[in-house]
């Protein structure tokens, strides 16, 4: 997998740039920017069905420490998954969802409250409603098994912690 840092739009910001080119190095990058995770972080999902949204929770859920035997699904007709490890853990599959009030409506704020760490798919349907410090992860399948990953967020701890835990060699970083 390559990394390389893009451009910064201002001091505080970040963006990344991640390849894949299999789920076993999707869930390698999720599990890395996982370890990173901290209480109140939300990691906010954009791409299309079967870009890779669901993959990447899987591997930020084990770098949270949820065991690999507990399954990580799109969360589409119950809408939010509750994974425990390090951290509690919501998973959050906003599809279904067509305005910002109806995403707070699931009690995030309290989720937040409560220490834990927020996944949403489909973050872009609400937009609006995701904390301004989130991290978007925008995913795009390229081919049949390569996938990009662009890691955005205005807050300047996210993305130091997220670049921290991306480091590598050049090239080698999944
Ligand atoms: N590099 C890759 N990373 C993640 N998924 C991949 C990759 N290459 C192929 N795939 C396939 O793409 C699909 C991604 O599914 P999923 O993670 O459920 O997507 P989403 O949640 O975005 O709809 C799976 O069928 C998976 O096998
Ligand atoms: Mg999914």
Redesign the pocket.
């Known amino acids: 997998m390559n990394l390389s840092p893009d451009q910064l739009p201002d001091a505080d910001a970040m963006e990344r740039l991640a390849t ?4 076993a ?2 869930i390698e990058l999720g599990r890395k920017i996982g370890t990173a995770l901290q209480p109140r972080d939300v990691i906010a999902l954009v ?1 299309r ?8 929770a899987k591997g930020l859920a084990l770098g949270l420490g949820v065991g690999s035997d507990r399954e990580v699904n ?1 969360p589409t007709f119950v809408l939010i998954n509750e994974y425990w490890g390090r951290l509690p853990i919501r998973h959050i599959d906003a599809y279904r969802l067509s305005r910002a009030e109806e995403f707070a409506a699931l009690g995030v704020d309290e989720m937040l409250d409560a220490g834990s760490v927020v996944i949403v ?1 489909w973050a872009d349907r609400v937009a609006e409603a995701i904390p301004s410090d989130a991290l978007w992860i925008e ?1 795009e399948a390229i081919e ?4 990009t990953f662009v890691l955005r967020t205005t807050s300047g701890k996210m993305g130091e912690r997220v670049q921290s835990c991306l480091v590598g060699p050049p090239g080698r970083d999944v």
Do not use: M, Y
């Not at 069905?49 to 990447?56: F, I, Q, R, S, V």
């Open positions: 894949t080119h299999s789920v190095e999707t791409g069905l079967g870009a890779g949204k669901t993959h990447l799109s798919e995913i049949e098994s390569t996938r």
